[in-house]
């Protein structure tokens, strides 16, 4: 256990590694594969000694070798917090269908995450693929995984499955109707943003949510379904609107007219509620039984 679980936090490392380029040169429509990791200060190309996950930052003590330009804090953040998620999923789901596909869908969340932070961006290079990977991943667990009945529920406690006793064939058709249904929650959830997106516009006359907000929940739909899905929207618009009222308590203008990245939001909400949304749910629906 103790081997498997230091291979899954270096796969988070190398991982995290990766996705530190996906953060920096996504939102600039760059390239991720050309040209090769350099120091966005000197241009200089960064060795691979020095391009070692989170290690070549502690030992370089966060500058770049050639110039001495400090290195932000995010690139070792992300790298650590990959490695994290990847454990989390490790430990709370093992080696299966539903571990693999949390780590990728955590590797996704903390990546729009911290783009959505830095640039108010939600690259359609993550979001788009992210959807298709999710109503993948929906039709592989209900189809061949079935064993972790929570990962795809139309609400807790009813879970879309098929008889262990029926035809070789019911297992395939199992997964084929867990796909669909996970594009349609993706595509309910993206025009459930849209319609929110177009009555503000109706009201203020101008934008208040961003068409990646639209995809960005599609692709949580269609991993997680609607009953987490619809935990995530509440859990990020309640966090969005205590740091809002926070800004705004601030009393100072910038701070006042500042938007505020509701993506980030709604990623770091879906993450909570991959590992801690369905107990949440199971306590609020006792309150109707």
Not at 153 to 175: E, K
Request: glycine share 12%.
């Amino acid at each position: 256990m103790g081997l498997i679980a230091a291979f899954v936090a270096l796969l988070g490392l190398a991982f995290g590694s990766f996705l530190n380029v996906c953060i920096a040169r996504l939102p600039r429509h760059a390239s991720i594969v050309r040209p090769g990791s350099r120091c966005p200060k000197c241009g200089m190309a960064i060795r691979v000694r020095d391009n070692v996950p989170l290690l070549s930052w502690l030992l370089l003590r966060g500058k770049c070798r050639a110039c001495g330009w400090r290195i932000p804090w995010r690139y070792p953040a992300v790298e650590a917090a990959t490695a994290a998620l990847f454990l989390l999923c490790f430990f709370q789901f093992g080696l299966t269908v539903v571990g693999v596909g949390m780590a990728v869908l955590c590797l996704l969340l903390l990546g729009l995450a911290v783009m959505d932070a830095e640039t108010m961006r939600l690259p359609d290079a993550f979001t788009w693929p992210g959807i298709g990977l999710g109503i993948l991943y929906s039709g592989l667990l209900l189809g061949v995984a079935r064993q972790f009945p929570g990962s795809f529920r139309l609400l807790p406690g009813l879970t879309l499955g098929v008889s262990a006793a029926g035809p070789h064939f019911s297992y395939a058709r199992a997964g084929l109707v867990a796909a669909v249904l996970s594009g349609i929650w993706a595509l309910l959830a993206g025009l459930g943003i849209l319609a929110i997106r177009w009555v503000y516009w109706l009201v203020r006359g101008k934008e208040g949510m961003g068409l990646g907000d639209a995809k960005l929940l599609a692709m949580i739909a269609a991993w997680l379904g609607p009953a987490l899905t619809g935990l995530t929207m509440f859990l990020g618009v309640m966090g969005a609107s205590v740091v809002g009222l926070l800004v705004v308590g601030l009393g100072r203008k910038k701070a006042q007219a500042a938007r505020l990245p509701f993506g980030t939001f709604l990623c770091a909400a879906a993450i909570y509620a991959v590992f801690a949304g369905e107990p949440i749910l199971e306590w609020y629906l006792r309150f109707f039984r």
